[in-house]
């Protein structure tokens, strides 16, 4: 099995688009954005993400996007992969297709729309872990899904899959992602538990998890970064001091869904990566106001 070590802030990359038509993806833009994030000394990078607009990418369209990331990181970072579908079969195609590309790992979300029980969820990773050898994060963001994958699935996934190596929990509930930590802590191999709530992040470290998919790290990624690199460093206090710098961006989010609130901020701060495809790409006047009003105040803070 390929090896890869998850840690510190992993960027969901958002996708750039053009304004045409079709939105198609600006592959320019793309390796221009991820140059920023980077530079912004970020651990990680992961497209298809909800930041990344895997939900609305063709399959065309996300191997080009997957290879043209994997290029332009060049081995600096990790690149995982979500290559979660709601089929079975077409999620094993996507991840292998990822491990062609030569991504480090795959993240898998769980399907979606249908409820799944737990045994089906078990099976369908069973089947992934069983087609692919590269480690996967499982993926559990029950309030875009409608699915949850409970601690003891996770920790009998971990357990029985060497290549399933880990969770991101992006459910919103720190009880959630303590028991995710708790319940593989303990597991004969080492484990990655992952916040996908940026809020979460240094929770999550404190807890014995390894860090978080940080969808504001495309927005500020220095920050975010800071709340890892100042963890490890027992720096405490610098860590948390990190954490409240990103919390004023919440303050949009009531105005429109995150992933289209975070790539307005992006391109509001002058880099042209285009709106969220359509139709999820709708700010209000009064967000884009209290947006602006969020960078105004975070540009007083050195925050760029």
């Known amino acids: 099995m390929k090896t890869c070590d998850i840690k510190g802030i992993i960027v969901p990359i958002i996708t750039p688009m053009n304004d045409d038509p079709q939105q198609s ?12 994030v980077l530079a912004g000394g970020v651990h990680g990078i992961f497209p298809f993400g909800t930041n990344g607009e895997g939900y609305i990418l063709s399959t065309k369209e996300k191997e080009e996007v997957l290879a043209t990331v994997i290029d332009q990181v060049n081995g600096r970072v990790p690149v995982i992969a979500g290559s979660g579908c ?11 297709r990822a491990e062609e590309l030569g991504a ?12 799944a029980s737990q045994k089906e969820l078990y099976d369908h990773y069973a089947a992934v872990a069983e087609a692919v050898d590269l480690p996967i994060i499982l993926y559990n963001i029950p309030p875009r899904t409608g699915n949850k994958i409970l601690p003891e699935t996770v920790q009998a996934l971990c357990r029985d ?8 929990d992006s459910s919103g509930d720190i009880d959630n992602l303590k028991a995710y930590i708790n319940v593989t802590k303990d597991l004969p191999k080492k484990t990655y538990i992952i916040a996908g709530n940026d ?11 390894v860090g ?3 969808g504001r790290g495309n927005i500020y990624p220095r920050a975010l970064a800071d709340i890892y690199d100042k963890f490890i460093a027992g720096d405490i206090a610098g860590a948390e001091a990190a954490q409240e710098k990103v919390v004023s961006i919440q303050r949009v989010f009531k105005f429109g ?3 289209t609130c975070i790539k307005k901020f992006v391109k509001e701060l002058g880099y042209p990566v285009g709106d969220c495809r359509k139709p999820f790409n709708y700010l209000s006047d009064e967000g884009l106001a209290e947006l602006r009003a969020v960078i105004a105040e975070n540009e007083a803070l050195g925050l760029k």
């Open 199 to 209: 809020g979460s992040i240094l929770t999550c470290l404190k807890n014995g998890g």
């Open 257 to 259: 869904n995150p992933n």
């Open 25 to 36: 993806v600006n592959h320019a833009e793309l390796r221009n954005h991820i140059e920023r």
């Open 161 to 168: 899959f060497e290549n399933i190596v880990g969770a991101k």
């Open 212 to 214: 978080g998919i940080a």
């Open 86 to 96: 709601i089929s079975t079969y077409e999620t094993i195609q996507m991840s292998k």
């Open 104 to 115: 480090d790992a795959i993240s898998v979300i769980t399907p979606s729309f249908a409820v």
